[in-house]
Nanobody
Framework: EVQLQASGGGLVQAGGSLRLSCATS????????IGWFRQAPGKEREGVSC????????YYEDFVKGRFTISRDDAKKAVYLQMSSLKPEDTAVYYC???????????????????WGLGTQVTVSS
């Protein structure tokens, strides 16, 4: 059974940091890109960042470049999203998802991701 579980969310002041974790199981981790997505109240889900498996490349949406860093630990089958310089507009439920992807550079195109985990709430106060 494929499982993804995001954790690490919480309440933080603007300018602060949080580290999200995505624990996975049930699939060949190295064959999958892992993406982070978020959905704020009243807004559509949007991509944030992703990291490919074999290619080890990462991709960031413009609004998080320079503030967020994605990484993966193949031994633990986990992916992390280090978020710094957080802004109130980063407030959302954050989800991790998996896409079978053997290419080099991934993309945060939600419809390509086959497996999704439950989200974790991130709230940034001003």
């Amino acid at each position: 059974e494929v499982q993804l579980q995001a954790s690490g969310g919480g309440l933080v002041q603007a300018g602060g940091s949080l580290r999200l974790s995505c624990a996975t199981s049930g699939f060949t981790f190295g064959d999958y890109a892992i993406g982070w997505f978020r959905q704020a109240p009243g807004k559509e889900r949007e991509g944030v960042s992703c990291i490919s498996g074999r290619g080890r490349n990462s991709y960031y949406e413009d609004f998080v470049k320079g503030r967020f860093t994605i990484s993966r630990d193949d031994a633990k089958k986990a992916v992390y999203l280090q978020m710094s310089s957080l802004k109130p507009e980063d407030t959302a439920v954050y989800y991790c998802a998996a896409e079978e992807f053997l290419g080099i550079t991934c993309a945060t195109v939600a419809r390509r991701y086959e497996y999704w985990g439950l989200g974790t709430q991130v709230t940034v106060s001003s």
